[in-house]
C-alpha cells in the first residue's frame, strides 16, 4: 500500500502487481474485461460508434502486439506512474489514509488499467482535476491563464469526444469555475453547509427534473441500456414497473440503492460481487469524508461555501441521474463507469482541501485568492 515515504517506483510496482491480479481474476470470472479485448483488435466490435472507433485507434498505436496481458501491465504501468507523481504533492500524513483506499479501489486497478473507454477518461480527468484545483486555489498568482484555459478546453474536449454524457459533471465545473471568476455571488448569503440538507436538494432536483422530461425519454434509455448489458454476467432483469415509475420517490430511492449494492440474492449467486459491496462502501465512505472535510474548511467564507455547495449538488444530481440508472440494469456496469466518476467526487474534494491547508490560507483570505 501507500506510503509517504515510499519511493514512487515502488509504489508503481505494488499497484501494478495488484491491478495484473484482479484482471486476471475478472477474465478468469467473466471471460473478458468490458471491450478491452475488442480495442486491441483480438475481437471485433460489432455496430461501433464513432467513439468506440476512436478508442480502437488510440489503443493501436501502443506497443502491445494484440496482447491483453501486455497491454494491462503496459496500461496500468502508465497509470500508476501518472497518478503517483502528479499526486504526490496533495498526499501527506493526514491524508494518506484516504488517499490508499482511493487508489486502489477495484474499479480503477480494473477498468482504470486495461484498454477501455474509462481508462482514456480516468487519466484525462484526473490531469484535468488537478488543473482545475490548481487554477481554482492559485491561479492568480501561479499561471497563465490563457495556456491553463486552452489546456482545459482540449481536456475536456477529448473527454466528450471519449465519453460524452458521463463527462457533465466536469463540462459543469468548468463553466461554475469560469462564472465564479467573472461574476460575484456574494448577495446569496449561506449561513451553514449541510451535507444531508445538500442530499436532500439534490435527490428533490433530480425528481423534479424526471417529472418535467417526458417519462418516455428514461424508459427508452432503460431499455437501450438494457439491451446493451443483457450479454454480461452481472446484468439484470430489471423491473420495468420500477423503471416506468421512477418519478415515485421511493423507487428513485430504491434504484439509487440498488446502482450501489447487488441484492442478496444475487450475492449468494455470485459470491464474486462481494468485492462491489467493499467498493460502494469504501466509495460512500470517501465521498462523505472528504466533502464533509472541505466544507468544514470552508465554513467562513460564503463565496467559498456557495461555489463548493453548487459543485456538490450538480456531482450528486449527475449521479443519481445517469449512474444510478445505468448501475440500477447493470451492476458490474455501475462499478466500471464509477472510473469516469472519481476524479470528481473524491479526488477533486481532496486536492482541493490539500492546496488551500498546504499554503496556509486564512479562509478569509480565499476569495481574494479564487477570484
Request: proline fraction near 3%.
Amino acid at each position: 500500500m501507500l506510503r509517504v515515504n515510499k519511493s514512487i517506483p515502488k509504489r508503481i510496482f505494488t499497484r501494478v502487481a495488484i491491478s495484473f491480479l484482479l484482471c486476471l481474476i475478472v477474465i478468469l470470472i467473466t471471460g473478458r474485461i468490458a471491450d478491452s479485448s475488442g480495442y486491441i483488435g483480438l475481437i471485433e466490435l460489432k455496430g461501433a460508434g464513432s467513439r468506440t472507433i476512436l478508442v480502437s485507434k488510440i489503443f493501436s498505436k501502443l506497443p502491445t502486439y494484440g496482447n491483453l496481458i501486455i497491454s494491462i501491465l503496459l496500461l496500468s504501468t502508465i497509470s500508476s506512474t501518472i497518478l503517483f507523481t502528479s499526486l504526490a504533492k496533495y498526499i501527506n500524513k493526514t491524508n494518506i489514509f484516504d488517499w490508499n483506499l482511493l487508489l486502489y479501489l477495484p474499479n480503477l486497478l480494473i477498468y482504470a488499467n486495461a484498454p477501455s473507454k474509462e481508462y482514456l477518461l480516468f487519466i484525462t480527468a484526473v490531469v484535468y482535476i488537478i488543473i482545475e484545483s490548481e487554477h481554482l486555489i492559485n491561479g492568480a498568482k501561479k499561471y497563465n491563464n490563457l495556456l491553463i484555459y486552452t489546456i482545459k478546453i482540449f481536456l475536456l474536449w477529448f473527454m466528450c469526444q471519449i465519453r460524452g454524457l458521463l463527462s457533465t459533471p466536469y463540462i459543469f465545473l468548468a463553466l461554475l469555475t469560469l462564472m465564479f471568476k467573472i461574476f460575484n455571488f456574494n448577495i446569496v448569503k449561506i449561513r451553514r453547509i449541510n451535507l444531508s440538507i445538500l442530499l436532500i436538494y439534490s435527490f428533490l432536483i433530480c425528481i423534479a427534473l424526471l417529472i418535467i422530461v417526458n417519462p418516455d425519454i428514461v424508459t427508452n434509455a432503460a431499455l437501450g441500456l438494457n439491451k446493451n448489458f443483457t450479454a454480461t454476467v452481472l446484468s439484470r432483469r430489471y423491473d420495468t414497473e420500477l423503471i416506468n415509475n421512477i418519478y415515485n420517490p421511493f423507487n428513485f430511492i430504491k434504484i439509487q440503492f440498488l446502482s450501489f449494492f447487488p441484492s442478496i440474492t444475487e450475492t449468494l449467486k455470485k459470491p464474486y460481487t462481494i468485492l462491489i459491496i467493499y467498493e460502494s462502501i469504501i466509495f460512500l465512505y470517501l465521498f462523505f469524508k472528504t466533502w464533509s472535510n472541505l466544507f468544514l474548511l470552508t465554513a467562513k467564507d460564503n463565496q467559498a461555501k456557495l461555489f463548493f455547495s453548487t459543485i456538490f449538488i450538480i456531482i450528486a444530481c449527475t449521479y443519481f441521474l445517469i449512474y444510478g440508472l445505468i448501475g440500477y440494469i447493470n451492476i458490474g456496469s455501475s462499478q466500471r463507469f464509477r472510473a469516469n466518476f472519481i476524479p470528481i467526487a473524491l479526488m477533486f474534494p481532496l486536492i482541493t482541501d490539500n492546496i488551500i491547508r498546504k499554503n496556509n490560507l486564512k479562509i478569509e483570505a480565499i476569495q481574494k485568492q479564487i477570484y
